[in-house]
């Protein structure tokens, strides 16, 4: 069993940055992948971003590319996302999940995973 624990959202400017962090515990993260969706009010939860630790290759939606940069912390077990040029329609509630990848994974699907966090609300005012 993973458990992930978010935090760092909160309310920001837009154009201003915040830094989200993902703390496992229960199992070390060094084989899996982990992802960053959100979820706006009224809308489905979609992708962000994601990394494979052990390779450390990274995804992103193409609304995040250039702004958003997903980081892995080994020894904190940790994943981070730092938002930059945040924009009011980045406002939603972040989670992070985690799942052991198989042959034919899909990073930027939510149902690949299997640990989710509790969620960190961001809201960037315009």
């Known amino acids: 069993q993973v458990q992930l624990v978010e935090s760092g959202g909160g309310l920001v400017q837009a154009g201003g940055s915040l830094r989200l962090s993902c703390e496992a515990s229960?199992?070390?993260?060094?084989?899996?992948?982990t992802g960053w969706f959100r979820q706006a009010p009224g809308k489905e939860r979609e992708f962000v971003a994601a990394?494979?630790?052990?390779?450390?290759?990274?995804y992103y939606a193409d609304s995040v590319k250039s702004r958003f940069t997903i980081l892995r912390d080994r020894n904190k077990n940790t994943v981070f996302l730092q938002m930059n040029s945040l924009k009011p329609d980045d406002t939603a509630v972040y989670y992070c999940?985690?799942?052991?990848?198989?042959?034919?994974?899909?990073?930027?699907?939510?149902?690949?995973?299997?640990?989710w966090g509790q969620g960190t609300q961001v809201t960037v005012s315009s």
């Open positions: 999940a985690a799942a052991a990848p198989k042959l034919g994974f899909i990073y930027g699907r939510s149902n690949e995973y299997a640990y």
């Open positions: 229960g199992r070390t993260l060094s084989t899996y992948a």
């Open positions: 990394i494979r630790w052990s390779e450390d290759i990274t």
